[in-house]
Every structure is written in structure tokens, then in C-alpha cells.
């Protein structure tokens, strides 16, 4: 597909119209201003990458609408704007379907990213919209950023990174600056029983905690089940800067079946809050420190299974890098559980430790 007529396509469309199940409609760059539906599946890759190839949808709809559709459907190199809320129904979504896969993508779209079955998100930005959602199926997200995104209710968007009946794993990813209501996740997930790892993931500045039980009253009565069952894996990750908790919460709390695990959670209105933990909730080896509330709703585990209170000597707190310095106990080699705590291995030498407060730090830097 060229704009210049040097292809065999001028459209994205005409080249998904000629194409026949298990081919690739390669798109050369430029701005192609309509949307794509796919009936069958097949890949569009744009040649030279996101930064130079846009879909812009142009006005009311979806970019690229792949449902229903036989088989997988794979979107790579694009940026995926201009789509809007319509009369007919649409949200204004980047990708909506079944089946499909997203590689090294922007998406700036009002509802993000939606699909139904195995849905697949790698090295893809997806910001100022809602994020991605997933009705039914197995979700992975690898590699990606969220940022400024708003949680919108529409389908099972009730969190950033939404999973309803399924399993998903969001491994090695960033989350800064997302807006969610009524103290919902960032990482929700609600529904039948399933699988849920976070892990290797960087929480920065969003309103709701990293991970959690994300419906809310009016699907209650729909007759979804409270999150016990769910198995819940959050391992690795760095949480700071929350507006509310940083893990864990109320209504939206975690699974008693939850394995919380070398994370540290920093600088939120509450560190880690579990109200309901049993035998079956694994808590271990996590860092908590300069919250409004350590740890809350639970017995306070600092000197037992690895946990610990204490300043995490990032390298540079106020300029956002959440590495651990030289002397950090996050260091494998500083702390009892001999692990990484956190998503972010040693990124300066040796910091000052001299006795302070984080409420003192946060006010040098903060009206």
C-alpha cells in the first residue's frame, strides 16, 4: 500500500479488500486518513514504523475494526489516532475485535485498545485514551506504556488494563499518570476465576493501586464473583507516588489468593492494604517505606519474610528515576531474600543516607 501509486493499493482498506486469509498488507509511510475492516485474518505491518506511518481515522469510528473475524489478526508498526465516539455505536477505539495481536504501535484513541479471545500487546504506547480491555480470553502485555490514560466505563473498561473471564500476564511494562474513578486499579481484573501475574512493572503517579479487584456496584448484581479464587501473582514490581494505595485496597482489593512478592511501594497515600489476608496470601520480601501507611489492614510484616521499612535510596527520587543506587537495599546483595526488589536493577552508585523523611524529600520538590 503507497500513497504514490508505486504500490498495489493506494488504501489500507483496498489492500485488506484484496487480500486473502494469511497475507500481509505491507504499508508504506505516510498519513492514510480513513478506518480498516477486517473480515479475515492477516497481518498490516508498517514498513517504516509507528513514527512514520499514522492511521488516522479521520472523524467518527473505530481505526481498525477486525471483528468478527476467522482468524488472528496482527497490527504492527502504526500509529492509530483521529478515531471518535460515533452515533452507531462505536467508542472511537484504535483496534476493536476478536483475536489479534499488537507490535510496536502508538495508539491515541478514546477507548484504546478492545478484543474478545487470545490478545496479544508488545512494544506499544497507549496513551490519552483508556487502555486496553479484554471481554473474554488470555491477555498478554509486554514491553508497553500507559500514560495519561482515563478509565472509562463502556464494555469491561473498568480499569487501565482490564480483564474480565480470563487470564492475563503484563510483564516488563509502565504505568504513569493514569486517572481511574472510585479508587479502581490500574490492573483490574473481575469475573470467573483466572490467572493474573504483574510483574517487572513501573507504577508512577496513577490514582488507583497497581493491581485489584475492579468491579463496581452496578455489575454486582450481574452476578460476578468477589475476587477469592482468583490466583494473583505481583512480583517485581516499583510502585510510587499513588493517590490512594499503592497495592491492594477496600472494595477493589486483592485476591486472598494473591502472591505479593519483591516490590517496593513508595510515596502513596497507603503502601501496601490488604484487609482480608489468609494463609493463602504469600507476602514477602517487599520494601514499604514513606507512605501515609506502611502497611495497612493487616499485621505490620516488617522483619519477617523479608519485608522490610526503610528508605529505598533511589537514585534520583525528584527527577523520577526509580532505580536503586550503589547502598540500596532493593540490591540482591543488600537484603535478607538475596532478590531484586522492584522493577529497575542499579542505576548510580552510593546515595547520601542521612536520616530524613520522605513527607520532607516530596515537600522540597512539591507545592
Not at 504514490?4 to 488504501?11: I, P, Q, R, V
Not at 502504526?78 to 502508538?106: D, H, K, M, P, W
Amino acid at each position: 500500500v503507497s500513497l504514490d501509486g508505486s504500490g498495489d493499493a493506494l488504501s489500507i482498506q483496498a489492500g485488506v479488500d484484496s487480500s486473502s486469509a494469511g497475507d500481509t498488507v505491507l504499508v508504506k509511510a505516510g498519513e492514510y486518513v480513513e478506518g480498516v475492516s477486517v473480515t479475515h485474518g492477516l497481518s498490516i505491518i508498517g514498513e517504516s514504523g509507528a513514527h512514520a506511518t499514522t492511521l488516522n481515522r479521520g472523524g467518527e469510528g473505530d481505526c481498525v475494526v477486525g471483528f468478527p473475524a476467522p482468524g488472528a489478526l496482527l497490527v504492527e508498526g502504526l500509529t492509530l489516532t483521529g478515531a471518535q465516539r460515533s452515533t452507531y455505536g462505536s467508542n472511537g477505539y484504535g483496534i476493536v475485535g476478536g483475536e489479534f495481536e499488537v507490535r510496536s504501535c502508538v495508539v491515541e484513541t478514546p477507548y484504546g485498545v478492545s478484543g474478545e479471545g487470545s490478545v496479544a500487546v508488545t512494544d506499544t504506547e497507549i496513551r490519552l485514551g483508556s487502555g486496553v480491555a479484554l471481554e473474554h480470553g488470555d491477555l498478554t502485555v509486554e514491553r508497553c506504556s500507559f500514560v495519561s490514560n482515563v478509565q472509562r466505563e463502556g464494555g469491561s473498561s473498568y480499569a487501565i488494563v482490564q480483564m474480565l473471564n480470563g487470564s492475563a500476564t503484563i510483564r516488563d511494562c509502565e504505568f504513569r499518570d493514569n486517572l481511574s474513578f472510585g479508587g479502581r486499579p490500574v490492573v483490574g481484573y473481575n469475573g470467573v476465576p483466572g490467572q493474573v501475574v504483574v510483574e517487572g512493572c513501573v507504577f508512577q503517579g496513577n490514582s488507583g493501586p497497581a493491581v485489584g479487584w475492579s468491579a463496581i456496584a452496578i455489575t454486582a448484581p450481574r452476578g460476578l464473583p468477589d475476587p477469592d479464587g482468583t490466583s494473583v501473582v505481583v512480583r517485581g514490581n516499583t510502585i510510587v507516588e499513588a493517590d490512594g494505595p499503592g497495592l491492594g485496597g477496600g472494595v477493589h482489593r486483592l485476591s486472598t489468593d494473591s502472591v505479593i512478592e519483591w516490590n517496593v511501594i513508595a510515596g502513596c497515600d497507603s503502601g501496601l492494604v490488604l484487609p482480608v489476608k489468609t494463609a493463602a496470601t504469600v507476602v514477602s520480601c517487599n520494601l514499604s517505606w514513606g507512605n501515609g501507611v506502611n502497611w495497612a489492614g493487616f499485621d505490620d510484616p516488617t522483619g519477617t519474610d523479608g519485608n522490610l521499612s526503610e528508605p529505598p535510596l533511589f537514585c534520583d527520587y525528584a527527577g523520577g528515576n526509580y532505580a536503586p543506587a550503589g547502598n540500596s537495599p532493593l540490591l540482591p546483595g543488600s537484603n535478607s531474600c538475596g532478590v531484586q526488589i522492584g522493577a529497575l536493577g542499579q542505576g548510580c552508585g552510593p546515595v547520601s543516607v542521612r536520616p530524613t523523611s520522605w513527607a520532607r524529600i516530596k515537600s522540597l520538590y512539591r507545592d
